[in-house]
């Protein structure tokens, strides 16, 4: 039986929290794969995380490892990630913070506002959230992570965006946000297609 290292940290999970170590008799995955775990102790929970790697023993003998059941199914990705997207659908981004993002964000410079603000929820709705300190918990300032990138939300609006040189350990699941960006322009097309038909 091999053992893996899983990430959590893409679904609404910690910025710094530990990779996970794994039982498992799944083969073939590949760094980035989206996989179904189940944890030990009296609630043995389902949930889903980013493989990162095969590890060849057990790091942590003393402790009973949970299992990594098998690799996750689209359909299960999408519902994740609906819920992701409704936590942040109605988050406003001004247009300052679209420029910030075209000239900071290499690749987004001959993008239009409305473009950069679904890349934005899009990038939110698979971050990983970092745990504020105590003064920024009472101003409502929360801090998510995309790969390099900083969202800062307060309230529900983005007040700045920024890179950072921390190193990490964030796994960027491709999948989940190919799926979310999907996702993020039928539900606007949908949303303008029902606008238009109240108005007539």
Known sequence: MNFALVSFAFNGGLYFERQ??????V???VWGDIVVV???????RKGLG???KYVEENRYPEKEPGVLLKKARTNVLRKTMKKRIRLFEDVQVSDSICKRYRGRFKGNEGLSDKEVRVKIIRNLSVAA?????????????????????IIVLKDNNVINIKRHDIKVKWVRPKLLI??????IKA?????????????K
């Open 27 to 29: 083969e073939g995955l």
């Open 38 to 44: 189940k944890s030990k102790g009296k609630k043995k």
């Open 20 to 25: 996970v170590l794994f039982k498992t008799n």
């Open 129 to 149: 959230y970092r745990i504020p300190p105590k003064k920024n918990i009472r101003k409502n300032v929360n801090c998510y992570f995309f790969g390099d990138m």
């Open 178 to 183: 190919e799926i979310a960006e999907k996702q």
């Open 50 to 52: 980013v493989f990162v």
């Open 187 to 199: 539900k606007k097309a949908t949303g303008a297609t029902a606008a238009l038909k109240k108005k």
